[in-house]
């Protein structure tokens, strides 16, 4: 896995590559059970649109850093799109801009592309003095972590395009996720607001554990559950299915 640097001042795109196929190789093995596989997301922050049948032979998936503004309008068009498709609100209070500050505690939006083609994107948000957008429906558990000693950071407007191979692009984005959650932000634990039913899938392939119970984000205005993903352990994994 490439480990970029922080963007210099005027940035260039930057490209993070990952080697293995972890979540392809995991959905295929048989102690993924078929119940299992109702659990699948079709993914989104609590959703990302209707779940399509992975072209065949898609182009290599990689995953960019955002740092310019066509970039950043790009990822924001295909999260509000997919989230509208939904029925979602989509709450703009944390912009993520180019001209963001530099440094371990901005937020990164992470691109995936296809060929020449934006299919997926995700935020990672760091902890900071503003505080994590998690807390506005789970503000006692995310104390709680906290006070545990824990550095959080979340992974926000999670979005996936119609028809895109969702299995390359969701695990492109969560290997890239990692890098920054771990490398760049140095956080121990990333948390993730997901849809009731996506739980168990979040569960068994990524290994989160539920940090919060089911209540109504009113970022999006659905149903969330908060989980949490031990960088650490995640990290482990992920060195394991490279080997």
């Not at 490439?2 to 295929?28: A, G, W």
């Not at 995953?63 to 979602?88: C, D, K």
């Not at 895109?164 to 969701?170: G, I, Y």
Request: proline share 8%; hydrophobic share 35%.
């Amino acid at each position: 896995m490439n480990i970029p640097d922080l963007p210099p001042p005027h940035p260039q795109v930057i490209e993070i590559t990952y080697e293995t196929k972890r979540l392809s190789n995991l959905l295929e093995v048989k102690q993924f059970h078929r119940n299992d596989r109702r659990s699948i997301p079709q993914v989104d922050e609590a959703d990302a649109g209707p779940q399509a049948p992975s072209p065949p032979a898609p182009d290599r998936v990689r995953t960019l850093i955002a740092v310019q503004p066509e970039q950043f309008r790009a990822a924001r068009h295909l999260v509000s799109r997919r989230y509208a498709w939904r029925g979602y609100q989509l709450s703009d209070e944390h912009p993520e801009e180019a001209d963001a500050p530099q440094g371990e505690g901005r937020p990164v939006t992470v691109l995936a592309e296809s060929g020449a083609r934006l299919i997926a994107t995700l935020t990672v948000r760091p902890d900071s003095p503003q505080g994590l957008l998690a807390e506005q429906t789970y503000g006692e558990e995310i104390g709680r972590l906290r006070s545990e000693g824990r550095r959080i950071g979340e992974l926000v407007k999670l979005a996936v395009e119609e028809g895109a191979d969702w299995k390359a692009a969701l695990d492109a984005l969560v290997q890239s996720a990692y890098v920054v959650t771990r490398v760049i932000h140095a956080r121990t634990d990333v948390v993730i607001e997901v849809n009731p039913r996506h739980v168990r899938f979040y569960e068994k392939v990524f290994g989160f554990v539920i940090a919060g119970t089911q209540r109504l984000c009113s970022r999006v205005g659905a149903p969330s559950v908060l989980m949490r993903l031990d960088l650490e352990q995640f990290g482990r994994k992920l060195q394991l299915s490279s080997a």
